[in-house]
Antibody, heavy 122, light 107 residues
C-alpha cells in the first residue's frame, strides 16, 4: 500500500524558515516524480513544486520561486521542501503527492499524504 | 498560466439524482484534465484523468467528458459518500493549476 507521511509543519513567524519532509513507502520511490501541493485554510488546492525521479529537474509555481526548494533522497525514500522567507500567504496545509506516471511525469496525482499544517503568524 | 474556473461554486442535489459539474480553462488543455474529490479533513482523491479515464477503484457512476477548454464531471445515482468538494486540474502546461472547487451538497 502506498503511504506518504508528511512532517515538519508548525507555527513560524514571518521571514522565518521551515523544512517539510515526506516519508514514502509501499512503492519504488525513485521511479516517480513527486510534488508538493498546498491548501490555505478554507481555500482550494495550489500546486507548489515538483521534482524529477533523480532530482535533476525541479519546477515551481511563481509565488514560491527563489524562496522554496524541493529536494529528495531516494536512498531514504524521502521528499523535502525547504521554505524560506515565509509570509502569511504561505499559511496552508502542505500535501506530498505522487505523480501517477511510473517512470515519467503525467502531471496529476494518484497518491496523497494527509498533509502538514504550516502557520505563518507573528 | 492557465486559469481554471469551476461552476457552480455550490451544487445542491438529492441522493439518487445526477450531478453535473463544470470546469472551464482559459485556454485549451485537452485532454490533460483531471478531477479530484476532497472530503472534510481528508486529502484529495484522484477520480478522473485524461478528461475521461477513471482512476483505479473509482465507481462507474463518475464520468468525465469534454474537450478543448470545456469539461464536465457527471456523477449519476448520487450516494451519500459523494457529497464533497470537487476540483478540476489541468496538466497541459506548468504551472499545474486547479479550479477553485465545486461543493456538492445534499439537497
Amino acid at each position: 500500500e502506498v503511504q506518504l507521511v508528511e512532517s515538519g509543519g508548525g507555527l513560524v513567524q514571518p521571514g522565518e524558515s521551515l523544512r517539510l519532509s515526506c516519508a514514502a513507502s509501499g512503492f519504488t520511490f525513485s521511479n516517480y516524480w513527486m510534488n508538493w501541493v498546498r491548501q490555505a485554510p478554507g481555500k482550494g488546492l495550489e500546486w507548489v513544486a515538483n521534482i524529477k525521479r533523480d532530482g535533476s529537474e525541479t519546477y515551481y509555481v511563481g509565488s514560491v520561486k527563489a524562496r522554496f526548494t524541493i529536494s529528495r533522497d531516494n536512498a531514504k525514500n524521502s521528499l523535502y521542501l525547504q521554505m524560506n522567507s515565509l509570509t502569511a500567504e504561505d499559511t496552508a496545509v502542505y500535501y506530498c503527492a505522487r505523480d501517477r506516471g511510473d517512470g515519467y511525469t503525467v502531471g496529476h496525482f494518484d497518491s496523497w499524504g494527509q498533509g502538514t499544517l504550516v502557520t505563518v503568524s507573528s | 498560466e492557465k486559469v481554471m474556473t469551476q461552476s457552480p461554486a455550490t451544487l445542491s442535489v438529492s441522493p439518487g439524482e445526477t450531478a453535473t459539474l463544470s470546469c472551464r480553462a482559459s485556454q485549451s488543455v485537452s485532454p490533460n484534465l483531471a478531477w479530484y474529490q476532497q472530503k472534510p479533513g481528508q486529502a484529495p482523491r484522484l477520480l478522473v484523468f485524461g478528461t475521461s479515464t477513471r482512476a483505479t477503484g473509482i465507481p462507474a457512476r463518475f464520468s468525465g467528458s469534454g474537450s478543448g477548454a470545456e469539461f464536465t464531471l457527471t456523477i449519476s445515482s448520487l450516494q451519500s459518500e459523494d457529497f464533497a468538494v470537487y476540483y478540476c486540474q489541468q496538466y497541459s502546461s506548468w504551472p499545474l493549476t486547479f479550479g477553485q472547487g465545486t461543493r456538492l451538497e445534499i439537497k
